[in-house]
């Protein structure tokens, strides 16, 4: 299911740099991976589960807006850069690409990302305390969101990221439910837990929209967008296999990224070139560096380990670590264009330092994991790190896992 133990960890690893090596630099701070996280995190994830533990469910059936051509259990957003044209007001929205556009109609994806904060937040507090409370809190929203008929959102994202007078919604607005990403996997820790109430229902609706996004055609094109939308594709079909047990897609999602994701995104020198090109070439390439480093996370086994597949020519996860990792540790350094709105506000505390951290025993990467912010508040820096809560990536010694 993607989760790391400190078995699987030291096989995987044994590959790439050496166990022994690997041991030692682990021994100064934690036994495995999970006692790493829990130590960093603990008083962090009880705070903000504290505080969630008496907040109650948004779903898309909260809004609606007249704009959208869906119903009131359709998800509907707007393109974020898409703006009204000064010279036709009653015209198509015309692109200004970087630039977000606080007029446009958001309410379902705040509620959505709200959903990615709650829900992995209380998860991993049940993780660290055993306390039902957390679990059930969550249970609570997550099937407010995929059970409740009054109040499930449809499995279908048909009217994401539409333009006005243009479309009724696009296959990049797929890119949305990236924070669906981390409630399944907070969804398949409480029911390996046994203490998911539905857990068979909130399987169903995700088996049923991971069908939508490899059969419809917004599903396939995103699916087949060259940049961060296509890994993003992978990362969520990649998870919500995992969740659902969909084995045939795991598959799948593995050969993409090594067929396709890494030969057509990462240079041989470990850039990312379609995100340079970008005008936030500095958080897209964070963006995407997490995003790939996830499915590692994800879909990484003994027999299977996407952290130490690299093409001929050197293109993969370690050589895009290892770019990217001197412009997270000293911003100052980076030398191409800076992003034309919030450079300030990057880096966060990317899950690419842990988990290449772990997977490369590089120590300098999980040691700046830890120096850096991981509660942001600004949305837009938010909406661009999809996973938040690491704990629930790595397995805890000793649990047993229930259907």
Known sequence: ????????????????????????????DATTPYDLVAETDRKRILAAANRYVSEQPITVTAAHSQRSKGGVHDYFSEGDYWWPDEKNSNGPYIRRDGFSNPANFDEHR?????LSLIVPALAAAWELT????????????????????????NPDLEYAQAIFNLNNGRGIGIIDTLHLVEPARAATVLAN????EGAVEIKHWFSDYLEWMRTSKNGQEER???????????????????????????????????????PDQVAPDGSLPLE?????????????????????QSLSSPSDNLWTFATPDGRGMRSLAAFMYPFIKKKSAW??????EHFDDFPVRQPSLLFAGVAYGQNDY??????????????EVIRNFPVRQPLLWMAKPGASKKG
């Open 366 to 379: 999980v040691a700046l994991w830890k120096t850096l912010n991981p509660d942001p508040v600004v949305p």
């Open 276 to 296: 340079l090109a970008r005008t936030k070439p500095y958080s897209y390439c964070l963006f995407d560096l997490d995003v790939m480093v996830t499915i590692c």
């Open 335 to 340: 030398p191409y264009k800076h992003d034309v």
């Open 193 to 196: 837990g046994g203490v998911l």
């Open 224 to 262: 087949d967008a060259k940049n961060n939308h296509g890994s993003c594709w992978v990362m969520q079909a990649a998870e919500f296999a995992c969740f659902t047990g969909d084995t045939e897609v795991m598959t799948w999602c593995r050969e993409r990224f090594k067929s396709t994701l890494i």
């Open 130 to 153: 055993g306390e039902k409370k957390y679990a059930d809190h969550a249970g609570k929203h997550l099937r407010a969101w995929f059970v409740d008929p009054a109040t499930k959102m």
């Open 1 to 28: 299911m993607g989760f790391t133990t400190r078995r699987e960890f030291f096989a995987l690893a044994a590959g790439t740099t050496g166990c022994l090596a690997l041991e030692s630099a682990w021994a100064k």
């Open 110 to 114: 705040k509620a959505m990302v709200r």
